[in-house]
């Protein structure tokens, strides 16, 4: 047995520091309650589970006060600067030039990276709002996490046409395979819910400087995301690169 | 850290999945440090719990760390001539847990409730899971019928009885009164994935009332095991949760 699975199992704490590719601040959600989701006790916990750093997004998805949600979340990430890299949330059901200020305005603020949800928010026209997106992204090389880019042939057409877009499928699922194995500025997220065998089908399919673990706090519990992999029979050193390597570089590299 | 899983199957099922033998859930079992599973068959599931559990029964029979669960069909359903009887052969043959999903056939719970079948299990106390998941369909999330549950902890305070499903999302608030409402009301923390969603139902009732199910062989086990180790709870309470709370509900009487 791997060590960082026996360490897991045992309950030991896990000498690897931990990137988090797709999470969530805000404190407040629809759907159901959010436990202790105040920033920080959220920090505490990532210091207790060893998470060096999170890309983290407003929680309110449905982009009601979407300036608010963002508003909160540059404060949160200028007050925990060292923990968190902020993507601001868009509302693409708002004009262009709304959006545009909006990102603008988040930029100058700290934010690093833009968050898409169409999928939450009732958007007509999606594939041209999103181009609207991708275009602006382009021109400041900025890293695009959404939800769900729709079709792997629109993500693969807009791929081409704004090759300085980082873009990170927020949820993972296998559609994606062939244009992140073909494309080197697609990283995948392996949040999702996963059938069993997943973890170690996606390792052998898919290039494994790509794949990376999101917790998708404060959403869902983080042991939900991290289990599959940490207790998965893919090697150590796979896991270290999906759990830390392959998202620390993308901050590094492209956040800052 | 050693798992009492609550919610495991074998069997060919509509869905091709990764194993189909006992034997081979053993191994699976074993590399997740999964001790004991309360195993059910995929045609009970699927087709007709008359079939599927005698067979279970047979497949099952040399392996002491599976146990059997009985899906179950109504009283009066026409399915079983004798319920009381096929219920305690069930017993005698080692079942220790019975298994209600009734979305699957289309029947009520509240029918469940008004047609007797749960007079007769109420005589065994034998842990009793309600389960209204079918699995990949529109009925995979929130999808409990909470006046029916309702109807049977008012009438039976001390059988226990399972809430499980697949996920537990925006019902996680009806869950909480649930817990703190009932003594005998059991919740498979491997149904909800929110975050610190352990953490906290631990505080209603010290972790007494929860137990782990995998769902195998659909889901991946590492998301509810991860969950639980994950937790910033006491040692001795994910002990309880993991393995101690189910074994201790499955050996009361049986």
Not at chain 2, 20 to 39: A, H, N, R
Not at chain 2, 71 to 84: A, C, H, Q, R, T
Not at chain 2, 228 to 247: A, F, H, Q, R
Request: glycine share 6%; with cysteine; hydrophobic share 35%.
């Amino acid at each position: 047995m791997d060590k960082l699975k026996e360490k897991f199992l045992r309950g030991e704490k896990l000498e690897i520091e931990l990137y988090d590719i797709h999470a969530h601040i805000g404190g407040y959600n629809r759907d159901y309650l959010i436990f202790d989701g105040e920033s920080e006790k959220i920090v505490i916990e990532m210091e207790r589970l060893n998470i060096k750093k999170a890309i983290v997004m407003p929680l309110g998805v449905y982009v009601t006060e979407w300036f608010y949600q963002n508003e909160k979340l540059i404060n949160v990430c200028k007050k925990y600067s060292e923990k968190f890299v902020g993507f601001c949330l868009v509302n693409l059901n708002s004009p262009e030039r709304v959006i545009e200020k909006e990102i603008d305005r988040c930029r100058k603020e700290g934010i690093k990276g833009i968050k898409l949800i169409a999928a939450y928010q009732n958007c007509e026209n999606v594939d041209k709002k999103t181009e609207f997106i991708c275009e602006y992204a382009n021109h400041y090389k900025l890293p695009i996490l959404n939800h769900y880019w729709g079709r792997p042939e629109f993500l693969e057409k807009i791929v081409n046409k704004y090759p300085d877009v980082w873009y990170i499928c927020g949820h993972f699922s296998f559609i994606w395979k062939d244009i992140v194995n073909n494309y080197d500025n697609i990283y995948l997220c392996t949040c999702n819910y996963l059938e069993f065998g997943t973890v170690e089908k996606m390792v052998k399919e898919i290039r494994n400087d790509r794949i990376c673990w999101g917790s998708d706090f404060s959403d869902l519990h983080f042991g939900f995301t991290l289990g599959p992999i940490l207790l998965s029979s893919i090697s150590d050193d796979i896991k270290r690169k999906i759990l830390s390597e392959n998202t620390k570089n993308l901050i590094e590299k492209y956040c800052k | 850290m050693e798992f009492f899983d609550l919610k495991s199957g074998i069997g060919v099922f509509s869905k091709v999945t990764l194993y189909t033998e006992p034997e081979e859930l053993l191994k699976i079992m074993y590399d997740y440090s999964i001790k004991k599973s309360i195993v059910y068959h995929s045609l009970s599931r699927e087709i007709s719990p008359v079939e599927g559990n005698k067979i279970l029964l047979e497949k099952i029979k040399n392996y002491k760390n599976l146990i059997p669960y009985f899906v179950l069909l109504p009283k009066n359903s026409g399915d079983i001539d004798n319920f009381e009887k096929y219920i305690e052969e069930g017993v005698e043959n080692g079942v220790r847990c019975f298994w209600i999903t009734y979305n699957t056939f289309k029947i009520p719970l509240s029918h469940y409730f008004f047609s007797g079948t749960f007079d007769i299990l109420n005589t065994f106390k034998i842990p009793v899971i309600i389960d209204p998941t079918i699995p990949f369909s529109g009925w995979q999330t929130d999808s409990g019928d909470w006046y029916s549950i309702r109807l049977l902890f008012d009438k039976y305070n001390d059988l226990p009885i399972i809430f499980t499903e697949f996920r537990t999302r925006f019902h996680i608030r009806i869950v909480i009164d649930f817990l703190k409402s009932y003594k005998n009301f059991y919740y498979d923390i491997g149904s909800c994935w929110n975050y610190k969603v352990v953490e906290k139902l631990v505080e209603i009732k010290n972790g007494e009332n929860l137990v782990i199910g995998t769902n195998l062989p659909f889901s991946d086990p590492g998301q509810s095991i991860g969950m639980l180790l994950t937790s910033d709870i006491p040692v001795e309470i994910k002990k309880k949760i993991g393995y101690e709370n189910l074994e201790k509900i499955i050996n009361k009487d049986g």
